[in-house]
T-cell receptor, first 115, second 113 residues
């Protein structure tokens, strides 16, 4: 089955600096890659996603890049703010077009924004 | 904004007891999922459900687990005989016609004593 590796497990950056979180996946058939943000005790919330037919997607301070050949994708957060502090999970899925497909998650990155 | 709702928020049970975790997916969604997250670990897929049947299940989803959509709004996860290692946060999720975006509920924390 699919395996998703995520690094680093903890990332501490100064407020205003950029943060980059990286994930690799094993199944070349995976074609959908969402990123979820989970604040302490809260539900995972989708912040950005990318499909395999594009290489990059941006939404304000957040961007995701995908390298299908290398089977890795990254989350980039620029101009970090204290409210960006949370655990971030990458995930992947093979969108089969049939029934409901479960997500395979990485282990998460605890992002700490230092004031 | 519509949300997936889960009840109860915290369930405490004795080992060997049956528990039912309840979810109300977003009303026009068609695809439903259960995930679990053991404390401090990653979110793990359990099962997905579409058109009144299981679409996909993981190795975790063994014979002790079952899912049901008993009416037009609820989606339940039953654990027949709970074990200590079933203690985790259980998240329900749902997605609509686009299928891609899965919206998560706030979770039910299950504590098995």
């Amino acid at each position: 089955g699919e395996n998703v590796e995520q690094h680093p497990s903890t990332l501490s950056v100064q407020e205003g600096d950029s943060a980059v979180i990286k994930c690799t996946y094993s199944d070349s058939a995976s074609n959908y890659f969402p990123w979820y943000k989970q604040e302490l005790g809260k539900r995972p919330q989708l912040i950005i996603d990318i499909r395999s037919n594009v290489g990059e997607k941006k939404d304000q301070r957040i961007a995701v890049t995908l390298n299908k050949t290398a089977k890795h994708f990254s989350l980039h957060i620029t101009e970090t703010q204290p409210e960006d502090s949370a655990v971030y999970f990458c995930a992947s899925r093979m969108y089969s077009g049939g029934g409901a497909d479960g997500l395979t998650f990485g282990k998460g990155t605890h992002l700490i924004i230092q004031p | 904004e519509p949300e997936v709702t889960q009840t109860p928020s915290h369930q405490v049970t004795q080992m060997g007891q049956e528990v039912i975790l309840r979810c109300v997916p977003i009303s026009n969604h068609l695809y439903f999922y259960w995930y679990r997250q053991i404390l401090g670990q990653k979110v793990e897929f359990l099962v997905s459900f579409y058109n009144n049947e299981i679409s996909e299940k993981s190795e975790i989803f063994d014979d002790q687990f079952s899912v049901e959509r008993p009416d037009g709004s609820n989606f339940t996860l039953k654990i027949r005989s709970t074990k200590l290692e079933d203690s985790a946060m259980y998240f329900c999720a749902s997605s609509g016609l686009a299928k891609n975006i899965q919206y998560f509920g706030a979770g039910t924390r299950l504590s098995v004593l």
